[in-house]
């Protein structure tokens, strides 16, 4: 049973810095493609950041160079560093596993980002 659950959000000014980790459980990353998600009020969800079976990383351009995501495998955990916030990062952000024969992804709650001054 795959379960995820996403921490570390929060109000942060602009410019600042978050750090967000999707602890999981039921997960063989080198099976899975994991993502971040986000959804902002009145938006579609957008793909933030992934891992696909633990070695291709892919980025949405309007991240690119400014957040990054990592996998822990130790602790079961992905995260994702996000550095040079923006008001315009404001949203919910979603983990995601879809293992690599299955269409849909299993989604963690969400953790929500707030950046303003």
């Known amino acids: 049973q795959v379960h995820l659950v996403e921490s570390g959000g929060g109000l942060v000014q602009p410019g600042g810095s978050l750090r967000l980790s999707c602890a999981t459980s039921?997960?063989?990353?080198?099976?899975?493609?994991m993502s971040w998600y986000r959804q902002a009020p009145g938006k579609q969800r957008e793909m933030v950041a992934a891992i696909s079976l633990g070695t291709s990383i892919n980025y949405a351009n309007t991240v690119k160079g400014r957040f990054t995501i990592s996998t822990d495998n130790a602790k079961n955990t992905i995260d994702l560093q996000m550095n040079s916030l923006k008001p315009e990062d404001t949203a919910i952000y979603f983990c995601?596993?879809?293992?690599?024969?299955?269409?849909?992804?299993?989604w963690g709650p969400g953790t929500q980002v707030t950046v303003s001054s």
């Open positions: 995601a596993a879809r293992h690599e024969r299955l269409p849909q992804p299993h």
């Open positions: 039921g997960v063989d990353f080198s099976r899975y493609v």
